[in-house]
């Protein structure tokens, strides 16, 4: 039996392309409003094999879901500080 041909992970999907074959990997990504920064470096890995050969792109990636994850923290600080308001001020 021959194994199914690899993904092409450096295609960028579509717009015509239906959101449910997108890869789940892209789609958590493209949460982030990262997923440019992260196609940049796909291509990267797909030119030279080698994110060493292309460190401006991976290191807008990194900055771009730094931002991403710092302020992913802080909304989830500011909902547990609401959360221990709302129990202190029930009965």
């Not at 990267?44 to 807008?60: E, N, Y």
């Not at 923290?73 to 029930?90: F, G, H, I, N």
């Amino acid at each position: 039996m021959a194994s199914p041909p690899p993904q092409n992970r450096s295609r960028r999907p579509s717009p015509s392309e239906d959101q449910d074959e997108e890869e789940p990997v892209d789609q958590m990504i493209s949460r982030t409003g990262c997923i440019e920064q992260h196609y940049a470096v796909q291509e990267g890995m797909a030119d030279h094999q080698d994110w060493m050969k292309f460190p401006s792109q991976v290191q807008t990636f990194k900055d771009c879901m730094m931002i991403f994850q710092k302020a992913w923290k802080e909304q989830l600080m500011r909902q547990a500080q609401a959360a221990a308001v709302w129990d202190t001020e029930s009965p």
